[in-house]
């Protein structure tokens, strides 16, 4: 089992940014892919970025691509996405996610209880 706690979530201003946190505990960080997942209301949890286990491969959904930025550090356990330019229709509920595919498809092994992100005026 593996414990995701996901931080940094708030309301902003469209054009506005903010920084997500996922700290990671209870199994392997730093031999396994990590991403983020979100949710909208009334919609189903969809991609939104993934990062390779060695920290050097990327995917992004088409949507936020260019916008946000998913990195990582091992030593820390601890995965973050970097979201500049916001819109909304990023308004979400974000979640983490370990041991994604990097292509974007199928779900992840495990996932956290998620943190709102509202983009608003």
């Known amino acids: 089992q593996v414990q995701l706690v996901e931080s940094g979530g708030g309301l902003v201003q469209p054009g506005g940014s903010l920084r997500l946190s996922c700290a990671a505990s209870?199994?392997?960080?730093?031999?396994?892919?990590m991403g983020w997942l979100r949710q909208a209301p009334g919609k189903e949890r969809e991609f939104v970025a993934a990062?390779?286990?060695?920290?050097?491969?990327?995917n992004y959904a088409d949507s936020v691509k260019g916008r946000f930025t998913i990195s990582r550090d091992n030593a820390k356990n601890t995965v973050y996405l970097q979201m500049n330019s916001l819109k909304p229709e990023d308004t979400a509920v974000y979640y983490c996610?370990?041991?994604?595919?990097?292509?974007?498809?199928?779900?992840?092994?495990?996932w956290g209880q998620g943190t709102q992100v509202t983009v608003s005026s």
């Open positions: 990062l390779s286990w060695d920290g050097y491969r990327t």
């Open positions: 209870g199994r392997a960080f730093d031999a396994v892919n």
């Open positions: 996610a370990y041991g994604v595919p990097m292509n974007g498809l199928g779900g992840p092994a495990y």
